[in-house]
């Protein structure tokens, strides 16, 4: 980057959220227990949400309101397969990017489950809610 840009004075693409990760819990980010992603409005993140509550849970899980949950480490591959398959989607890679760029300010703490809704009463659109500790 040259001298222009020295490396120390440039700020990570997560440096926004996770200063608004920090608010929350009381200025103390180490405290945070979980991250909302909602009003997915994508073509791409619903359907894989979708097809992975379909896929663990089974297909009559697609009504509002019904909460399917995948865990990181899970005995059932599907199930693991799928938290993962959520966290590449173009709505959730910004929050394992604000975890990897701010661990050593965030304790080390890691996702450990995805709480997914197809859609909630006041909202068709899916809700994801990562949970840390």
């Given at each position: 980057?040259?001298?222009?840009?020295?490396?120390?004075?440039?700020?990570?693409?997560?440096e926004?959220?996770?200063?608004?990760w920090?608010?929350?819990?009381?200025?103390?980010?180490?405290?945070?227990?979980?991250?909302?992603?909602?009003?997915?409005?994508?073509?791409?993140?619903?359907?894989?949400?979708n097809?992975?509550?379909?896929?663990?849970a089974?297909?009559s899980?697609?009504?509002?309101?019904?909460?399917?949950?995948?865990?990181?480490?899970?005995?059932?591959?599907?199930?693991?397969?799928?938290?993962?398959?959520l966290?590449?989607?173009?709505?959730?890679?910004?929050?394992?990017r604000?975890?990897?760029?701010?661990?050593?300010?965030?304790?080390?703490?890691k996702?450990?489950?995805?709480?997914?809704?197809?859609?909630?009463?006041?909202s068709?659109?899916?809700?994801?809610?990562?949970?840390?500790?």
């Amino acid at each position: 980057m040259g001298d222009k840009f020295p490396p120390a004075d440039l700020l990570y693409h997560s440096e926004l959220p996770s200063q608004r990760w920090k608010v929350e819990p009381g200025g103390d980010s180490t405290k945070l227990k979980y991250v909302v992603v909602a009003q997915i409005q994508n073509r791409d993140t619903p359907n894989v949400i979708n097809n992975a509550r379909a896929l663990v849970a089974g297909p009559s899980t697609q009504t509002a309101n019904h909460e399917v949950t995948f865990m990181a480490v899970s005995q059932n591959d599907a199930e693991q397969q799928a938290f993962y398959a959520l966290a590449g989607t173009e709505n959730c890679k910004f929050v394992f990017r604000v975890l990897a760029d701010h661990h050593i300010e965030l304790n080390g703490l890691k996702f450990v489950a995805v709480h997914t809704w197809a859609g909630l009463e006041a909202s068709a659109d899916p809700v994801l809610i990562w949970e840390l500790t």
